[in-house]
């Protein structure tokens, strides 16, 4: 069989986890993504650190981790501590399409996190950022939502608790709308090589996992429908770029994976408790310190646990959170910078909540010797397991303009930082009803290959996010960039190169 020839499907499951799609296989409720895993090759899937949706979709797409692109979440910072920016693009590093684009291989991309298309040998359809993205070719959105015959799917709104049942709705109707999208383009173009992402997966397990996290006959109808509906419109993708003919190759990938929130840690609280981030006056209003001394007292209370939810979705937008301002002030990091001494101030955690910044001020012996006192300190934290890395712990490039001086990893991730000052203690082990959200990001995603080449239950160990699109390249018989740090795994899975 000529690698050449072979073609690939790449579908994306935003935060996919086998924790919970396994259990569900073996209820019967996937069928297709049971069948693909039963006839090819199934295996945990390392995500990038942080494991953040922007930072590990990019790292997939170039082969490249976050050092050598120099993207380490959504935001980077953007001048003064307490301004941040959005994250432009990977580019001008070049993703896998890129690749096949520029060697006259027809290649199509619906959903992945752009703010525009641009021109390649095929189509884009970017997501994530706004429902109006410019697309390429220019009127391919309207060509979809004539296909589909409807608009087609933006981001899920805001979570709100009162309107959970139409909230999961909205989220099965989308994955319903975005799969037929791509399937019609599919069918349409005929891409050698098709990347299509359900964002919908990660947001429903970020807001409900609770509800996830339960024997399967025990977890709701409506969420069983909801991933039922995401297995079907996966196998109808499949079915259509299959039946453009010739030898095909489908994997099933997540950026990271998911699960239980356990506790929260206030990094910037901490360093104000350590005396490396220092405040002019008090940050918090009695206000808000008494809310929030009482509130998680009274939290197991009838009343205020049947309450607390639909109050603090009242709270946290519009009128509400106007209110709630009033009342209780803004614990925002942004709010905060303007009572912060920054001439005795050391440290911050801020735009991303994994990293802890260092004053510019400090350099040369001053600097590391904070860097040394961080890491110590952090490191002998009695109450939880925090994990601390320096960039060059962790990647091979050295793109450390917009990185963070240190990251953390706290509890394995089963404990999440923040970077507010909403609560008075650094570390919340009891975590509030009230808080929004159950699900949180884990290391290891989802791997599912099979295909035309692919060896049936091959054992290929564990694998990189990173190393898929080498892969990629590898299968369709074109040769990996040297400067990707991602490697091929093509040959543990049986391709021929």
Request: proline residues 8%.
């Amino acid at each position: 069989m000529a690698s050449s020839a072979r073609r690939f499907l790449i579908l994306g499951l935003d935060g996919a986890t086998f924790d919970l799609l396994d259990p569900l296989m073996e209820a019967g409720d996937l069928p297709f993504l049971q069948s693909l895993a039963r006839g090819g090759v199934k295996a945990p899937l390392t995500s990038v650190y942080p494991a953040k949706t922007i930072p590990a979709w990019y790292s997939f797409a170039t082969g490249l981790d976050p050092g050598e692109l120099g993207i380490f979440g959504f935001t980077e910072p953007d001048g003064a501590p307490g301004r941040s920016r959005l994250v432009h693009s990977f580019r001008p590093s070049e993703a896998v399409w890129d690749r096949l684009s520029r060697l006259g291989r027809r290649v199509g991309v619906v959903n992945f996190p752009l703010r525009t298309g641009y021109p390649v040998h095929g189509f884009i359809l970017p997501g994530m950022f706004s429902a109006t993205s410019p697309t390429f070719p220019s009127g391919l959105r309207a060509e979809v939502e004539g296909e589909i015959g409807g608009a087609y799917p933006s981001e899920l709104p805001v979570f709100k608790e009162a309107e959970r049942d139409e909230w999961v709705a909205e989220a099965t109707r989308s994955v319903v709308q975005r799969g037929r999208a791509a399937a019609a383009l599919a069918e349409r173009h005929h891409p050698d090589f098709l990347f299509a992402l359900f964002r919908e997966t990660d947001r429903v397990q970020h807001q409900l996992w609770s509800e996830l996290d339960r024997p399967v006959d025990r977890i709701p109808a409506d969420l069983r429908a909801f991933f039922k509906t995401v297995d079907s419109a996966c196998a109808s993708i499949d079915r259509v770029f299959r039946a453009s003919g010739g030898p095909a190759v489908t994997f099933v990938i997540s950026d990271h994976g998911h699960g239980k929130i356990e506790s929260d840690f206030l990094t910037n609280r901490w360093l104000a408790e350590e005396g490396f981030l220092v405040f002019r006056d008090a940050p918090d209003p009695w206000s808000r310190r008494l809310f929030a001394r009482l509130l998680p007292r009274v939290q197991h209370w009838p009343l205020v646990r049947r309450i607390s939810p639909r109050i603090a979705g009242f709270l946290s937008e519009g009128r509400g959170a106007l209110l709630a301002n009033r009342l209780l002030g803004d614990a925002s990091f942004e709010r905060a910078t303007q009572q912060i001494d920054w001439d005795r101030t050391q440290a911050y955690s801020y735009p991303i909540p994994e990293g802890i910044y260092l004053n510019p001020t400090l350099a040369g012996p001053e600097r590391e010797a904070v860097l040394l006192r961080l890491r110590h300190r952090l490191e002998a934290f009695p109450d939880a397991r925090i994990e601390v890395f320096g960039p060059s712990d962790l990647y091979e490039g050295r793109k450390f303009e917009h990185a963070p001086s240190l990251l953390i990893r706290v509890d394995g991730m089963r404990t999440e930082p923040r970077m507010d000052f909403a609560y008075p203690n650094s570390l919340i082990r009891e975590r509030p009803d009230y808080f929004c959200g159950t699900g949180t990001h884990r290391m290891d995603g989802v791997f599912i290959g099979a295909g035309d080449g692919i060896t049936p239950g091959a054992n290929v160990g564990v694998v990189r996010l990173i190393d898929v699109a080498p892969t990629i390249l590898d299968g369709m018989g074109v040769e990996p960039p040297a400067a990707w740090s991602g490697r091929s795994f093509g040959a543990r899975l049986g391709l021929p190169g």
